[in-house]
Nanobody, 122 residues
Framework: QVQLVESGGRLVQAGGSLRLSCAAA????????MAWFRQTPGKEREFVAA????????DYGDSVKGRFTISRDNAKSTVYLQMNSLKPEDTAVYYC???????????????WGQGTQVTVSS
């Protein structure tokens, strides 16, 4: 079983940049589709970005296209989310997740990290 630990969340000003990391433990990591989701209190979980096992196929949620970039380093068992041009509405807890299916639906992801808080001030 793969275990995931996110890091990198903090308070940042609007317009700034931040890079989140998701470190994985478990040999199956390199076979997983990996994704980032985010959630704020009272709102549904939102898909942010995902990529396949090789990192050659990426998908993004409409609200982050052109601003966020997902990548992975299988040698380091780590997934990254580079976030640029941050907006206050990007404030959320960001979760890293893994799936064995080619889906962007959070219900198809069976491995989740504990989350990292990103707060964007205006």
């Amino acid at each position: 079983q793969v275990q995931l630990v996110e890091s990198g969340g903090r308070l940042v000003q609007a317009g700034g940049s931040l890079r989140l990391s998701c470190a994985a433990a478990g040999r199956a990591f390199f076979t997983y589709r990996m994704a980032w989701f985010r959630q704020t209190p009272g709102k549904e979980r939102e898909f942010v970005a995902a990529l396949n096992w090789s990192g050659t196929n990426t998908d993004y949620g409409d609200s982050v296209k052109g601003r966020f970039t997902i990548s992975r380093d299988n040698a380091k068992s780590t997934v990254y989310l580079q976030m640029n041009s941050l907006k206050p509405e990007d404030t959320a807890v960001y979760y890293c997740a893994g799936s064995v299916t080619p889906s962007n639906n959070g219900d198809e992801y069976h491995v989740w990290g504990q989350g990292t808080q990103v707060t964007v001030s205006s």
